[in-house]
């Protein structure tokens, strides 16, 4: 079978085409992201769609979505038809909040990373005025200013 051509292909192939390393692929298997057919002679092959797959846990994972994740999203795509446009963009559509949180904590944490590592110490003259008396401290360990829960609101940089 030639590159690019029938339905299937080989983890070679798919690796080639995908970017991906076969380790990464086979992990991947193993993580039940993606699946292939065993041939007579053991060897496994990929159904073309998986393309789209591997391109998806690519950036999914690129962007910090955890593996159990994308699992759980690529286990709503249709089964038995290749995904279609509105298939990927219902699936997309559940980690749009998750990404926007994630997006505003990475702008503080930018905006905010300069004047105060966030930690609750003293020893940056800036935390004197951030946090007088460690009031973060009561709140619990590492960087609280920097990486707040969630139901707190963020405090104003600057």
């Given at each position: 079978m030639s590159e690019g051509a029938g339905e299937e292909m080989s983890v070679g192939q798919l690796a080639r085409r995908s970017g991906t390393s076969v380790s990464a692929l086979h992990f991947y298997e193993r993580q039940r992201l993606i699946s292939s057919r065993r041939t007579p002679g053991n060897q496994r092959r990929y159904h073309r769609d998986t393309l789209r797959r591997v391109a998806l846990i690519r950036i999914a994972q690129r962007?910090?979505?955890p593996l159990v994740e994308i699992r759980e999203a690529l286990d709503r795509l249709p089964e038995g038809r290749v995904p279609n446009r509105r298939d990927w963009k219902r699936m997309s559509q559940g980690w749009?909040?998750?990404?926007?949180?994630?997006?505003r904590l990475l702008v503080h944490l930018r905006d905010s990373f300069a004047n105060c590592v966030g930690c609750g110490c003293l020893s940056i003259s800036h935390c004197a005025l951030a946090n007088p008396d460690d009031r973060l401290g009561a709140g619990g360990t590492g960087p609280r200013m920097l990486v707040p829960d969630t139901e707190e609101p963020l405090p104003e940089s600057g």
């Open positions: 962007v910090g979505i749009q909040d998750e990404l926007s949180e994630r997006i």
